[in-house]
């Protein structure tokens, strides 16, 4: 789960893709196929809209993201490597085996 915070205003939602088989550009290598948290190589990422709702315009607006605990047994740090894909052990490689990690881009509104 993914959740976005404005003032008191919160909204969240699972980003998990499992339709990249359907979804990515076609014939191309790698791991395309497999779901994912959030998008898939070479389709379109959806977007989210919120209406946070009115606040005062004399207001600070607190706004925050969090991303629901998630433990990664197939990485270095591992009491137990576990759960690694494609023969990989749990060292990161820059290859085939990344240290997952999110970007988000976010943009707020303000109107009177």
Do not use: K, M
């Not at 790698?30 to 977007?47: F, K, N, S």
């Not at 925050?64 to 052990?89: F, I, K, M, Q």
């Amino acid at each position: 789960q993914h959740t976005f915070t404005v003032g008191d205003f919160s909204d969240s939602a699972s980003v998990w893709r499992d339709d990249c088989e359907t979804t990515a550009a076609p014939n191309q290598r790698g791991t395309w196929q497999y779901p994912r948290a959030g998008w898939c190589p070479g389709a379109i990422t959806h977007d989210r809209t919120l209406a946070a709702g009115a606040a005062p315009a004399t207001a600070t607006v607190v706004v925050s993201y969090d991303v629901e605990p998630y433990e990664n047994t197939c990485r270095p740090e591992a009491d137990e490597c576990a759960g690694c894909s494609l023969g990989n052990g749990c060292d990161w490689n820059d290859s085939t085996h990344t240290e997952p990690s999110y970007q988000v881009s976010a943009l707020l509104i303000g109107y009177e």
